[in-house]
């Protein structure tokens, strides 16, 4: 089945830094690359996705790069803010259906 | 805005007894999902639904969990029975159609077996 593969585990930035997560899968079939942000004890919220068919989606503070020759897609939020603090994950839509990455625990300090 | 409902929140059982989830899709979502999601990692997909038939139910473990879509429209997940490996939050996903749609999850139930 299809492998996502998501670093690094943790980030920690200041206030205003950018963050970037990053994000490989193996399925050169898979066409559909969405990111989720989640909050403690709550369900995942889509934050941005990205298709085949583009190679950079940008949304206010948050961006998302997809590289398919690679193989790797990358998330980018700019101007971090406290409130950005919650796990990331990426996925992807191998073999017909989404598989998740780890996440990643994204800290924002004031 | 329309949000996929689940409930129980939080549910504590002992080992061995039955557990039961419940989930409400987005109205006019045809595909419905329930995902097992353990601590410090990834959503797993457990189930998929299109409309009330089964078409991916592989990662299922088949001897203690079933899920129903009686009607095509809300779902139950049940345990029966219990284990403490079970303990997980449960989430639920619904999208338009399969392949490739946005899926929008519900809050999830937590579940501790003890």
């Known amino acids: 089945g299809e492998n996502v593969e998501q670093h690094p585990s943790t980030l920690s930035v200041q206030e205003g830094d950018s963050a970037v997560i990053k994000c490989t899968y193996s399925d050169s079939a898979s066409n559909y690359f969405p990111w989720y942000k989640q909050e403690l004890g709550k369900g995942p919220q889509l934050i941005i996705d990205?298709?085949?068919?583009?190679g950079e989606k940008k949304d206010q503070r948050i961006a998302v790069t997809l590289n398919k020759t690679a193989k790797h897609f990358s998330l980018h939020i700019t101007e971090t803010q406290p409130e950005d603090s919650a796990v990331y994950f990426c996925?992807?839509?191998?073999?017909?259906?989404?598989?998740f990455g780890q996440g990643t625990i994204l800290t924002v300090h004031p | 805005e329309a949000e996929v409902a689940q409930s129980p929140r939080y549910k504590i059982t002992e080992k061995s007894q039955a557990v039961a989830f419940w989930c409400d899709p987005i109205?006019?979502?045809?595909?419905l999902y329930w995902y097992r999601q353990i601590l410090g990692q990834g959503p797993e997909l457990l189930v998929q639904?299109?409309?009330?038939?089964?078409?991916?139910d592989s990662q299922l473990p088949k001897d203690r969990f079933s899920a129903e879509r009686l009607k095509g429209v809300d779902s139950t997940l049940k345990i029966q029975p219990a284990e403490l490996g079970d303990s997980a939050m449960y989430l639920c996903?619904?999208?338009?159609?399969?392949?490739?749609?946005?899926?929008?999850f519900g809050p999830g139930t937590r579940l501790l077996v003890l």
């Open positions: 996903a619904s999208s338009l159609r399969s392949g490739g749609e946005t899926q929008y």
């Open positions: 109205s006019g979502h045809a595909t």
């Open positions: 639904f299109q409309d009330e038939s089964v078409v991916d």
């Open positions: 990205i298709r085949s068919n583009v």
């Open positions: 996925a992807a839509n191998g073999y017909g259906k989404l598989t």
